[in-house]
């Protein structure tokens, strides 16, 4: 393995994954024929599907499962905590004994914008596309668009979106 990777051997990767250099891989799943960029940090219990593609400088937490055929950004960032604390209430560094890792559903074919931040509890649905630059902060329903911060609907997918996702796919 490239020295300019890491991959911890509790990962489990498909079949032709593509990897970049700079990357940190541990205790997660990548399916078959997807495409990791430079600079990604996916982490234990993640699981990433078949035919996805996650750019560069993205952060893929614990909690996080992500469908296949889903588009991530460049530097899309995923939070896995409400209230994120350092220390418990006697002071000492918290542990993972301290928290509970909370949910993030990506359904298949979604497509999330560079720069977004997807906070935790929230699905975003299948063929869903969330523009670049913003805050979800509750669920996205399947086959719309929304974008801003935080993220508003927009409108639903039309005849025409629909033809260019098949096209592309």
């Not at 078949?50 to 893929?60: D, G, L, P, R």
């Not at 669920?139 to 927009?154: E, T």
Request: hydrophobic share 35%; aromatic share 6%.
């Amino acid at each position: 393995m490239n020295s300019f990777v890491c991959i911890a051997p509790d990962v489990k990767l498909g079949r032709d994954v593509k990897l970049s250099k700079f990357i940190n891989l541990y205790g997660c799943e990548v399916g078959d024929e997807t495409k990791i960029g430079a600079f990604v940090e996916i982490q234990k219990n993640a699981k990433i599907g078949k035919h996805c593609k996650v750019s560069s400088h993205t952060f893929i937490c614990e909690g996080v499962t992500v469908e296949d055929n889903v588009f991530i950004g460049h530097s899309v960032t995923f939070i896995n905590d409400s209230y994120p604390r350092a220390t418990t209430a006697e002071g000492d560094l918290q542990s993972e004994a301290d928290w509970n890792v909370e949910r993030t559903l990506i359904k298949k074919g979604a497509s999330i914008g560079s720069g977004t931040t997807v906070l935790s509890n929230v699905t975003i649905g299948e063929n869903a596309i969330v523009g670049a630059g913003s805050v979800v902060t509750k669920d996205v329903p399947p086959n719309s668009i929304v974008a801003g911060n935080p993220a508003k609907f927009l409108r639903y997918l039309n005849q025409q979106d629909h033809q260019t996702l098949e096209v592309t796919k």
